[in-house]
């Protein structure tokens, strides 16, 4: 059974300061990874994907990658409270065509 | 481009009764998902189609659960019967193999599904 893990939360940091979301998978031959948001009410929306390891970075969002120690990591700086949510990591199945999803970390971001 | 269109948005019927929810993908996508979200389970893929054939089902929880997708641009799963704890969201995304990428999935607005 692929499994993704995630800190449920919540977490919760103030306006301007970095939040630090983290995930780790159970599969070894997974190659690609997403980081999904979802607003309260609404469906989930992807805002990141990584394929290698290290940073990749894009605007005021940094996804990281070990696959060595198979774990992922979203890093969100100068957080805002429209970045209240809960982030879903999601996990390609090791070649397969599915995403395995986490159960979600919510954010909240302190005015 | 409308996005994944879903029906019906909330849906409230009586345990034994017979659901049917539908999903329009966007245009040109050739995957379809059904998934289904609970505070207990987090969200759960049901089952998925390429080309309208269905590729894995293997998250379907019982025979109870039915999807099909007749054409590209329809698919429609099923509970009959519905039980209470079938209450949930469930959602419907879809992705292009060809151009955003597979496993880039967007997801339509949901069917809250409450089961009395």
């Known amino acids: 059974q692929k499994e993704v893990e995630q800190n449920s939360g919540p977490l919760s940091v103030p306006e301007g300061a970095i939040a630090s979301l983290n995930c780790t998978y159970s599969?070894?031959?997974?190659?690609?990874f997403f980081w999904y948001r979802q607003y309260s009410g609404k469906s989930p929306e992807l805002i990141m994907f990584i394929y290698s390891n290290g940073d990749k970075e894009d605007g005021r969002f940094t996804a990281q990658l070990n696959k060595a120690s198979q774990y992922v990591s979203l890093l969100i700086r100068d957080s805002q409270p429209s970045d209240s949510a809960t982030y879903l990591c999601a996990v390609e199945g090791g070649g397969s065509e599915k995403l395995v999803f986490g159960k979600g970390t919510k954010l909240t971001v302190n005015p | 481009d409308a996005g994944v269109i879903q029906s019906p948005r909330h849906e409230v019927t009586e345990m034994g009764q017979e659901v049917t929810l539908r999903c329009k993908p966007i245009?040109?996508?050739?995957?379809l998902f059904w998934y289904r979200q609970t505070m207990m389970r987090g969200l759960e893929l049901l089952i998925y189609f390429n080309n309208n054939v269905p590729i894995d089902d293997s998250g379907m929880p019982e025979d109870r659960f039915s999807a099909k997708m007749p054409n590209a641009s329809f698919s429609t799963l099923k509970i009959q019967p519905s039980e209470p704890r079938d209450s949930a969201v469930y959602f419907c995304a879809s992705s292009s193999s060809r151009t955003s990428g597979l496993y880039e999935q967007y997801f339509g607005p949901g069917t809250r599904l409450t089961v009395t």
């Open positions: 599969d070894r031959g997974s190659q690609s």
């Open positions: 245009s040109g996508h050739d995957y």
